[in-house]
């Protein structure tokens, strides 16, 4: 007899760490490394792009390359968590 998975994260909660940290959606979905190359990545970019901005600029503006990682990080957390959980519902029946 196997026992049961654990059950995972709500992919909305996921979407909401995803939301308040870069990364932070990964790491509860289970992979970590990726996540972490998303956190690394954002502020990264964020930092070049600050540097290579001048000071007119807004705060919007001179961190944009960083806050376009962490914009494309939110819906690839969202799916991978959606995809784990709908497997989890499938094999639970």
């Given amino acids: 007899m196997t026992t049961p998975a654990r059950e995972p994260w ?6 909401a760490l995803a ?3 870069p990364g932070a959606g990964h790491v509860a979905v289970g ?3 990726r996540g972490f190359g998303f956190a690394f990545f954002s502020l990264l970019l964020a930092l070049v ?15 944009a390359a960083g806050l376009f990682v962490w914009a494309i ?21």
């Fill in 10 to 15: 709500n992919p909305y909660a996921v979407l």
């Fill in 19 to 21: 939301l308040l940290m």
């Fill in 31 to 33: 992979q970590p490394q």
């Fill in 49 to 63: 792009s600050w540097h290579t901005t001048t000071p007119e600029h807004s705060f919007i503006g001179r961190s």
């Fill in 73 to 93: 990080s939110i819906p690839d957390a969202y799916r991978l968590a959606r995809m784990k959980y709908e497997l989890w519902r499938k094999n639970r029946r």
